[in-house]
C-alpha cells in the first residue's frame, strides 16, 4: 500500500533562517506530489505541485521553493522565513489517474518567531 | 478547474443525517467530483468520489444529479467525530485537475450533542 511520510511535526524558526521540509512517498511511481500551507482557520492553499522529477508549477508568489529531486521525494524550502511564512504545511500526492484524489501526510506545524 | 461553493458552515444534532450541497455550474465532462473531510491539524482524508448519479460507500453516500451541476454527501446519523471541515473538488484529466487538485473554503460542520 502507498504512504507518504512528512517531517518534522512541528517547528520553531527565527525570521530570517532557512527552512527544508521533506516529503517522501512510498509505494507508488510517478505520483503527483503537492505542497500545500494552511494558516489558522482557513483553508488549504496550494502552494506547489510536481508531475515528475524536475517539474515543478508554482501557484503563489512568495518566498518560499520546491525541489524534487526524486520521483517520490518533494522538498518546500526557503532561504529566509518570513513572520508570514507561519502556518500548517502539508505534502500530498495523486495518482493522478481518475478525478482529483489525493493522499496528505500528517502535516507540519511551522511556527516562525 | 470548475469553481465549487459550498455553504461555509453547518450545525447538526447527533443522530440526523446530514446532507452538504456543493454548486458547480462549470464542471467539465471529464471531471469528477471529489470530497474530503479535515479534523484539526491533520491533512484531509478522502471519504466519496462519483461521477454521476448516486456512490455509496461505508462512511457517506454522494448524489450527484443529471445535470452534474451540484452535488450533495450525505453523512447518515453523524456523531460528535464527525465534526469537521467538508470539502467538495471538482476536477479531472484535461480540465487541469489531472495535475492540480485546488481546495475551497470547505464547510464546517459542528455536530452537536
Known amino acids: 500500500s502507498q504512504t507518504i511520510h512528512q517531517w518534522p511535526a512541528t517547528l520553531v524558526q527565527p525570521v530570517g533562517s532557512p527552512l527544508s521540509l521533506e516529503c517522501t512517498v512510498e509505494?507508488?511511481?510517478?505520483?503527483?506530489l503537492y505542497w500545500y500551507r494552511q494558516a489558522a482557520g482557513r483553508g488549504l492553499q496550494l502552494l506547489f505541485y510536481s508531475v515528475g522529477i524536475g517539474q515543478i508549477s508554482s501557484e503563489v508568489p512568495q518566498n518560499l521553493s520546491a525541489s524534487r529531486p526524486q520521483d517520490r521525494q518533494f522538498i518546500l524550502s526557503s532561504k529566509k522565513l518570513l513572520l508570514s511564512d507561519s502556518g500548517f504545511y502539508l505534502c500530498?500526492?495523486?495518482?493522478?489517474?481518475?478525478?482529483?484524489?489525493?493522499?496528505f501526510g500528517q502535516g507540519t506545524r511551522l511556527t516562525v518567531v | 478547474l470548475a469553481k465549487t461553493t459550498q455553504p461555509i458552515s453547518m450545525d447538526s444534532y447527533e443522530g440526523q443525517e446530514v446532507n452538504i450541497t456543493c454548486s458547480h455550474n462549470?464542471?467539465?465532462?471529464?471531471?469528477?467530483i471529489t470530497w474530503y473531510q479535515q479534523f484539526p491539524s491533520q491533512g484531509p482524508r478522502f471519504i466519496i468520489q462519483g461521477y454521476k448519479t448516486k456512490v455509496t460507500n461505508e462512511v457517506a453516500s454522494l448524489f450527484i444529479p443529471a445535470d452534474r451541476k451540484s452535488s450533495t454527501l450525505s453523512l447518515p446519523r453523524v456523531s460528535l467525530s464527525d465534526t469537521a471541515v467538508y470539502y467538495c473538488l471538482v476536477g479531472g484529466p484535461n480540465s487541469g485537475g489531472y495535475q492540480k487538485v485546488t481546495f475551497g473554503t470547505g464547510t464546517k460542520l459542528q455536530v452537536i450533542p
Open positions: 462549470n464542471i467539465a465532462t471529464n471531471d469528477y
Open positions: 509505494g507508488t511511481s510517478n505520483p503527483n
Open positions: 500530498a500526492w495523486s495518482g493522478g489517474n481518475i478525478g482529483t484524489e489525493a493522499f
